[in-house]
């Protein structure tokens, strides 16, 4: 996510931005712009390293990890550094030479995932190793986490880690009443019946249908008290239902 602050408003002038100072935070090899039926050249002539902009900012990097590195051994946090500067290698295309957009990469053997028959099995087993015998420890899910390219593969492990989880099982389903305008379309209505809006999945919200078990982790999706640290990802551990 590219992050743009703007200090003041703009004022007529023929600097740039009217002589006001703009940041432009984040990765950009994280998030591409969004063309239209674009294709690669597109996509990459609208991003802001393209952009004549460009040559007017100053660009500022951020070289250490803090959250990473406090509280970690030399030799851990020079795996770690190692490990990030592999992927910063990936991401800026310096990995196995130059080339055209395209590239064989090799993979440390300890990242991959040595079942093809069942992958998620086994990258569960790999990050959560004794589940069974641990989850009751408040520490165990802290430094643990799977992160996940698409919303259905989220939902896929999270349906595996849940079948694992002794005891019973609760339910709880959203509100799933329309509140109607003045003047309602029949057709909209049908068409944004409940039956579809419960089907949705979407990033951010909770499904309309959630089951939870007793010890079974949950993830906090709002900032309710940033003080006492309830913040939006921040990792909880069901006591209660």
């Given at each position: 996510?590219?992050?743009?602050?703007?200090?003041?408003?703009?004022?007529?002038?023929?600097?740039?931005?009217?002589?006001?100072?703009?940041i432009?935070?984040?990765?950009?090899?994280?998030?591409?712009?969004?063309?239209?039926?674009?294709?690669?050249?597109?996509?990459?002539?609208?991003?802001?390293?393209?952009?004549?902009?460009?040559?007017?900012?100053?660009?500022?990097?951020?070289?250490?990890?803090?959250?990473?590195?406090?509280?970690?051994?030399?030799?851990?946090i020079?795996?770690?550094?190692?490990?990030?500067?592999?992927?910063?290698?990936?991401?800026?295309?310096?990995?196995?030479?130059?080339?055209?957009?395209?590239?064989?990469?090799?993979?440390?053997?300890d990242?991959?995932?040595?079942?093809?028959?069942?992958?998620?099995?086994?990258?569960?087993?790999?990050?959560?190793?004794?589940?069974?015998?641990?989850?009751?420890?408040?520490?165990?899910?802290?430094?643990?986490?799977?992160?996940?390219?698409?919303?259905?593969v989220?939902?896929?492990?999270?349906?595996?880690?849940?079948?694992?989880?002794?005891?019973?099982?609760?339910?709880?389903?959203?509100?799933?009443?329309?509140?109607?305008?003045?003047?309602?379309?029949?057709?909209?209505?049908?068409?944004?019946?409940?039956?579809?809006?419960?089907?949705?999945?979407?990033?951010?919200l909770?499904?309309?249908?959630?089951?939870?078990?007793?010890?079974?982790?949950?993830?906090?999706?709002?900032?309710?008290?940033?003080?006492?640290?309830?913040?939006?990802?921040?990792?909880?551990?069901?006591?209660?239902?």
């Amino acid at each position: 996510m590219h992050d743009i602050f703007n200090i003041g408003n703009s004022c007529k002038s023929d600097v740039l931005f009217g002589g006001k100072v703009f940041i432009f935070g984040g990765d950009f090899r994280q998030i591409l712009p969004v063309v239209p039926n674009g294709g690669w050249l597109e996509i990459v002539n609208a991003s802001l390293c393209s952009s004549y902009l460009w040559r007017k900012c100053k660009l500022l990097r951020l070289i250490r990890n803090m959250r990473l590195t406090i509280g970690r051994s030399t030799l851990e946090i020079q795996e770690i550094n190692n490990f990030a500067k592999w992927l910063l290698d990936v991401g800026e295309g310096n990995v196995r030479g130059s080339n055209d957009g395209e590239a064989t990469i090799e993979i440390s053997p300890d990242l991959l995932i040595d079942s093809s028959s069942d992958p998620i099995s086994s990258l569960i087993d790999c990050v959560y190793p004794s589940i069974l015998d641990n989850y009751n420890d408040r520490n165990y899910f802290r430094d643990k986490a799977i992160l996940a390219p698409k919303n259905e593969v989220v939902h896929e492990i999270n349906d595996r880690l849940f079948s694992l989880f002794p005891g019973d099982e609760k339910e709880y389903l959203s509100s799933d009443s329309l509140c109607l305008t003045e003047d309602a379309n029949p057709t909209q209505q049908r068409i944004y019946s409940p039956d579809v809006l419960n089907g949705l999945k979407v990033s951010d919200l909770p499904n309309h249908r959630l089951v939870l078990k007793v010890g079974f982790p949950v993830m906090l999706l709002r900032n309710i008290n940033q003080r006492n640290g309830f913040c939006n990802g921040t990792r909880l551990k069901v006591t209660k239902l």
